[in-house]
């Protein structure tokens, strides 16, 4: 009987023996595969910082690249702007100085407009500022008119609209000759050329 309790214990430390072996293998095993999933999961993590930082990177570049556009279209708009302003300055010194023009050289201008503008037969309409002058204008833009066949012109109402010159009026059309209409054309003929003289 103590043979068989000797064999029965031998055989339970064996077991035994056998057990914790294969509880230390698993263990092994389970210990290799957490420091690989830990081993792996740390290079995710360090691959997801890098990235974070190129695209927090890309990002604070793309936002400066934006700033720095957005900047550059402002500067260009205000030195617009203030170019703007200083043609507009200069065309209206120009209208103030064509409005303060008086006596042969203003009728000189108007004669030359009327002869410029004019297909004969339409009525004149004077700005308030050359009804005066105006007759005596008219009376030596109709001879020459007359002179290549064309018909006179005939003196209409002041209009109040204009600071000079004059509207020509006829059954299908209305022709703006006033000071302004005038500047507008030159401005519109003229604008690029006086800008670059003016700023290179």
Same mark, same amino acid.
Request: aromatic share 4%; glycine share 6%; with cysteine.
């Given at each position: 009987?103590?043979?068989?309790?000797?064999?029965?214990?031998?055989?339970? &430390? !064996?077991?035994?023996?056998? @057990?914790?072996?294969? =509880? #230390?293998?698993? $263990? *092994?095993? +389970?210990? %290799?595969?957490?420091? /690989?999933?830990? &081993? !792996?999961?740390?290079?995710? @993590?360090?691959?997801? =910082? #890098?990235?974070? $930082? *190129?695209? +927090?990177? %890309?990002?604070?570049? /793309?936002?400066?690249?934006?700033?720095?556009?957005? @900047?550059?279209?402002? =500067?260009?708009?205000?030195?617009?702007? +203030?170019?703007?302003?200083?043609?507009?300055?200069?065309?209206?010194?120009?209208?103030?100085?064509?409005?303060?023009?008086?006596?042969?050289?203003?009728? +000189?201008?108007?004669?030359?407009?009327?002869?410029?503008?004019?297909?004969?037969?339409?009525?004149?309409?004077?700005?308030?500022?050359?009804?005066?002058?105006?007759?005596?204008?008219?009376?030596?833009?109709?001879?020459?008119?007359?002179?290549?066949?064309?018909?006179?012109?005939?003196?209409?109402?002041?209009?109040?609209?204009?600071?000079?010159?004059?509207?020509?009026?006829?059954?299908?059309?209305?022709?703006?000759?006033?000071?302004?209409?005038?500047?507008?054309?030159?401005?519109?003929?003229?604008?690029?050329?006086?800008?670059?003289?003016?700023?290179?």
């Amino acid at each position: 009987m103590a043979n068989g309790i000797n064999n029965a214990d031998k055989l339970l &430390a !064996r077991i035994l023996d056998d @057990a914790r072996g294969e =509880a #230390a293998k698993i $263990e *092994a095993q +389970a210990c %290799a595969q957490a420091e /690989e999933i830990r &081993a !792996r999961a740390e290079q995710e @993590a360090a691959a997801l =910082a #890098a990235e974070t $930082e *190129a695209r +927090a990177k %890309a990002a604070h570049a /793309e936002a400066i690249e934006h700033a720095e556009t957005a @900047a550059q279209l402002e =500067a260009r708009k205000q030195a617009l702007a +203030a170019r703007r302003a200083v043609l507009d300055e200069a065309f209206e010194a120009a209208l103030k100085e064509l409005c303060t023009m008086q006596g042969e050289a203003r009728a +000189a201008l108007l004669f030359s407009l009327i002869a410029e503008e004019a297909d004969g037969g339409e009525t004149l309409c004077p700005a308030k500022a050359d009804e005066a002058c105006m007759a005596e204008v008219l009376q030596k833009a109709n001879a020459k008119l007359a002179e290549t066949g064309r018909a006179a012109l005939t003196l209409g109402a002041v209009d109040a609209s204009i600071k000079g010159g004059f509207t020509l009026v006829s059954r299908g059309y209305e022709k703006d000759c006033s000071f302004e209409a005038m500047l507008r054309d030159a401005r519109d003929r003229l604008e690029g050329g006086v800008a670059k003289r003016l700023f290179g």
